[in-house]
């Protein structure tokens, strides 16, 4: 398996903490965004969105968009268990990360990593909607160790991959300690530093 991502991009993280996680054995192939790589026609021959990450299979099918290529490779896994219904609950916090939480969170973030702005140049609008949107997690994790409610899964690899970093986009982690304590519980189990 090949995955094609920029190992600064979230994103592109949450497939190397999958991957990595489960022992599957892929060959990183990183793509410079910000030179246009994702953009180029070699990329887009493997996913014609021009987004990373993707992922090219053995049989040399190919996969795009972060949570279904994590979806698709925990399957079968502890980190996806059988039960429909939990899937279900898994899949709530993958579809509210892209929508409620990643727009926010990382696009603050580049635009003060990558793009160099500060904090008071960030859109008020995004800050306001990071801020509830780690409000939302903080309070969530007041009674739940993880996301689905009973171990580890996707959802909390969907989920840590930007928020362990919403500090380089100027959201304040230090007086979130549920987020905290969960956080070094993921990066514990995934091996990874803060």
């Not at 299979?57 to 429909?84: C, K, M």
């Amino acid at each position: 398996m090949r995955v094609y991502g920029n190992s600064r991009s979230g994103n592109c993280l949450k497939v190397s903490y999958t991957a990595d996680y489960l022992k599957l054995p892929y060959e990183w192939i990183e793509i410079d965004i910000m030179q246009g790589e994702s953009r180029a026609e070699p990329f887009r021959a493997i996913n014609p969105q021009g987004q990373v990450p993707a992922v090219e299979l053995e049989d040399g099918r190919t996969l795009a968009q972060s949570n279904a290529i994590i979806r698709y490779l925990a399957a079968g896994s502890e980190l996806l268990p059988d039960d429909t219904y939990l899937q279900a609950k898994i899949d709530e916090w993958l579809f509210w990360e892209q929508y409620s939480h990643e727009p926010y969170i990382a696009v603050c973030r580049f635009q003060m990593l990558f793009l160099g702005k500060s904090a008071e140049e960030r859109e008020p609008w995004r800050v306001e909607r990071g801020e509830a949107a780690l409000d939302l997690m903080e309070q969530t994790l007041e009674s739940n160790e993880w996301f689905d409610g009973r171990a580890f899964s996707i959802a909390d690899i969907a989920l840590l991959a930007y928020t362990r970093v919403a500090g380089e986009g100027g959201f304040d982690l230090e007086s979130r300690t549920n987020l905290r304590r969960w956080i070094a519980a993921c990066e514990k189990k995934l091996g990874i530093g803060s």
